[in-house]
Structure formats: structure tokens, C-alpha cells
């Protein structure tokens, strides 16, 4: 079952632009992840946020977590060429015994 | 560093025949996990399992078993491969806990069924 929702399916722009992803969900969560992919590295965790946090940061990402409207967002500042991929959320909901559902991700393209 | 290895980046086999994909992990993780990755689909998780010699059907498991025999290795097995069975496949693994912890992935192994 597809949880995780991520729009816009894929997102275009100049390097040095910020990028936001958005991700919604449909049951209540004990956590939120995004994950990035590209074709070098395969699948890396990015960031993991509570649902009792409200926003969080890791270098040049801030992802921020709106349990009221099952939504979050990934903010990418000052992108760069290897930022490139495709980003996925995954969530663990309440009842979900050790899984993580995904959705289908954002591609997005960093342009020179 | 986490190491998620699998034994194969790409993989053809014919319809019928019985495949068998492996994953190993060297951080002692508990869970061990096997996901189908499709074009617009997202990671779909076949199977996972907690413990060795445990597991628990994900949402996908028709068609599809695993053994974990040892802890650090977790085999996904295709009875008899069908074309609809043509995909990315990726395992992951992560610490025990219920999805507190990050899971690390394997390069994939994109399986074609001819």
C-alpha cells in the first residue's frame, strides 16, 4: 500500500536555486524519512523526523513535518549538480509493525 | 560504513525457471528487508524479517520466498519466474526497533524475464 505521496512527481532547475519537495500521507505516523537515489550511490537515507518534531536540519536540507495536514516538505538550498536524483518519503504509521511505506518520489534535475 | 551487498547487478532469466537473489550485511543488523522498486510505484516491500529464520509477508509476497538461515544474509527466492517479475529488486537492512532506524540499502539487482 502506497502511503508516502511525493509532488511534483519531477522538478527542474538551475544549480543554485532551492529545490522543495513535498510528500503527503494518509495515517497517523511515528516517523517520517527521506531517502535519495542515483544511479552512483543507489539509496541513501537523508533525514529522519519524529512526529513530534516540527522541523529539522542537516546541512543544506530542512525538512519540515505538518502532522495536522500529513505533510511533509524537503527544502535542498544552494543545489549543486550531484543533487541530482530522485527523493522519496517513506513513513512508519502507528500500526505499521517495523515497515516503511514509500512513495513514488520526486526526480529532480539540477541544470548547470 | 554499512555494507549492503547483493549478489548480482543484473540478472536474465527465462520464464519458469527457478532465481534465487542474495543480500548480505556486515553491521549485525536484526532487520533484514526485500523491496521491488517499479517506475511510478515507489518501493513495494515483498518480504522482511526480524530475526533469523523469521519473517513476515510484506505487501507483495505472491509468488515470492526468503530464508534467513544466518543473520547476516537474507535470500529472496522466485519459485518460477514470471514476466511480471521483471524489476528492481533491493534489500535493505537496519537495526532492530520499529522503523527508528534508517535502512541501508544494496545496489539492486535488476532482474529481467524473458
Known amino acids: 500500500s502506497q502511503q508516502g505521496e511525493e509532488d511534483p512527481q519531477a522538478l527542474s532547475i538551475q544549480e543554485g536555486e532551492n529545490a522543495t519537495m513535498n510528500c503527503s500521507y494518509k495515517t497517523s505516523i511515528n516517523n517520517l524519512q527521506w531517502y535519495r537515489q542515483n544511479s552512483g550511490r543507489g539509496l541513501v537515507h537523508l533525514i529522519l523526523?519524529?512526529?513530534n518534531e516540527r522541523e529539522k536540519h542537516s546541512g543544506r536540507l530542512r525538512v519540515t513535518l505538518d502532522t495536522s495536514k500529513k505533510s511533509s516538505s524537503l527544502l535542498i538550498t544552494a543545489s549543486r549538480a550531484a543533487d541530482t536524483a530522485s527523493y522519496f518519503c517513506a513513513t512508519e504509521s502507528m500500526d505499521s509493525n517495523y515497515q516503511l511505506i514509500w512513495g513514488a518520489g520526486t526526480k529532480l534535475i539540477i541544470k548547470p | 560504513d554499512v555494507k549492503v551487498t547483493q549478489s548480482s547487478r543484473y540478472l536474465v532469466k527465462r520464464t519458469g525457471e527457478k532465481v534465487f537473489l542474495e543480500c548480505v550485511q556486515d553491521?549485525?543488523?536484526?532487520?533484514m528487508f526485500w523491496y521491488r522498486q517499479d517506475p511510478g510505484l515507489g518501493l513495494r516491500l515483498i518480504y522482511f524479517s526480524y530475526d533469523v529464520k523469521m519473517k513476515e509477508k510484506g505487501d507483495i509476497p505472491e509468488g515470492y520466498s526468503v530464508s534467513r538461515e544466518k543473520k547476516e544474509r537474507f535470500s529472496l527466492i522466485l519459485e518460477s519466474a514470471s514476466t511480471n517479475q521483471t524489476s528492481m529488486y533491493l534489500c535493505?537492512?537496519?537495526?532492530?526497533?520499529?522503523?527508528?532506524?534508517?535502512?541501508?540499502f544494496g545496489p539492486g539487482t535488476r532482474l529481467t524475464v524473458t
Open positions: 523526523i519524529r512526529s
Open positions: 553491521m549485525d543488523h536484526e532487520n
Open positions: 535493505a537492512s537496519s537495526q532492530a526497533g520499529t522503523g527508528l532506524y534508517e535502512q541501508y
